[in-house]
């Protein structure tokens, strides 16, 4: 969470060193917003909108960084895929760190487990065959 009550710039950098240096591959950052009724609507000082925004941008933007690497350091190795679903002719499942996975196959592949040697990453999926 980007922009709670007080977070000033110190507090930000912290996190943003801390993410970095934490061994997570993937992050969901959003924006605090205030809420009627909670105890942080009172809190001051506010962050403004557009430094929430860009707080949030860095942290995303670290964090799709963080997830390629992880996943380039996995492209050769062999892994157990649950498939899950078939769309163009791939199937698409998770290993059991929830890596997304894709590889093509004419059979039904649908709630199975199976071995997959990843061969390549293309944004946000590994692409692998199965073995």
Partial sequence: MVGFPGEGED???HTKEALTE???YYFHVFSYSD???TKSHDL???VDPPTK???ARKLIDLSTHKKRA???NHVGDTVNVLFEDEENGYWTGH???YMKVQVTGNQTLHNQ???VRLTETRGDTLFGVLL
């Fill in 95 to 97: 290993t059991g760190n």
């Fill in 44 to 46: 001051k000082p506010k």
């Fill in 35 to 37: 809420r009627p009724g």
């Fill in 11 to 13: 507090e930000f950098l």
């Fill in 53 to 55: 925004k860009a707080r």
């Fill in 113 to 115: 487990i199976l071995p």
């Fill in 22 to 24: 934490l061994p997570i």
């Fill in 70 to 72: 992880f996943y380039e």
